[in-house]
């Protein structure tokens, strides 16, 4: 299918079935709200948020100290709803925290309790703002690896110029070896094929440049073994091609992958704020922008990175989802709906 008609709108709007669940499945979730920037209130406004726009989910469960996250349902709303409870944990893990001592010394963190849900049946997807590194390796431990995976990755939806693309890994394996990213590659072109609707998605190893002798030794090695797979590869992929159709699974190690992800987010916020500048800046600017205003807002929606909420680790047992710690309400409510 051509990148006009497989993605025309933001992740928010993918179908309820697109991760494989039926339509009028319902869902029950665990939500970490203590690990994010903005604190637990806001996230619990995205969980109101997610709770009025999703009705597939029976049930929340809020995670994280019982004696402050009481008082605030009543302020954001959510007391009394019978979907949604809470599960103690008087622990948090926090940004600064090495992800190996916080396993080791916080065992009731937020968290692992999150996780621990997902592990035990009561809850369908686990989705954390908190420590990237305590959620990963919470997760392989908690949760389990499917087998034959050799490292879980992150894999974050980005948009292009027509559509959209997946990037593996997202941050959760900042040094690999060939056969990781191979495997990355296998499960970004799966994740592709069902989220985004693509029958082969074109995958490509990012580096700097097309040619074979380009990129580094790890690269290299990878494209070699990329390519006695039955994938749709390409090789190597730049930079150029990611917001330009070029690919539709970009894999790297989580170092690179983590980069260029900010790097997209900023640019994103970057260009809201050049929009307004430049906009507001003489009537005549101001009165075409009001004839335009339909346009830009779609413009700026897709390069909204709070539209793309809710980065699954592919590769685990069950559906654990990672949000950037800024998360606002806003992501946490699409990230709700990326779990449908």
Known sequence: SSPATRWPKPLYHAPASSLGRGAFCLMR??????????GPEELL??????????????????????????????????QG????????????????????????RKKDASVLRALELVRDGEADAAISSGNTGCLYAGACIRV??????????????????HGAWVLVDGGANPECEPEHLVQFAIMGSAYAKVLL??????????????EDSKGTDLTRAAVALLRHTDLATQGYCEGYDLFMDGVDVCVCDGCVGNIVLKSAESIGKAFRGMRKEELTATP?????????RGGLKRIAERLNPEA???????GLKSWVFKNPGSASRTTLRHAVATTM
């Open 29 to 38: 979730l665990a939500v970490d709200v203590m690990g994010g920037d903005h």
């Open 45 to 78: 406004h995205g969980v109101r948020q997610g709770l009025d726009a999703e009705p597939g989910i029976s049930r929340v469960t809020v995670v994280g100290p019982e004696d402050t996250l009481r008082p605030m349902l009543a302020a954001t709303g959510l």
């Open 81 to 104: 709803d019978p979907r949604v409870a809470i599960r103690h944990a008087s622990e948090v893990a926090l940004m600064t925290d090495d992800p190996a001592v916080a396993l080791r």
């Open 144 to 161: 389990g690896r499917l087998d034959g995976v050799m490292r879980p990755t992150i894999a974050c939806i980005l948009p292009s110029l």
């Open 197 to 210: 609707g693509i029958d082969r998605p074109r995958v490509g190893i990012l580096s700097n440049g097309s």
């Open 284 to 292: 005549v600017r101001k009165a075409g922008a009001l004839l335009a």
């Open 308 to 314: 793309y909420g809710g980065a699954p680790i592919l």
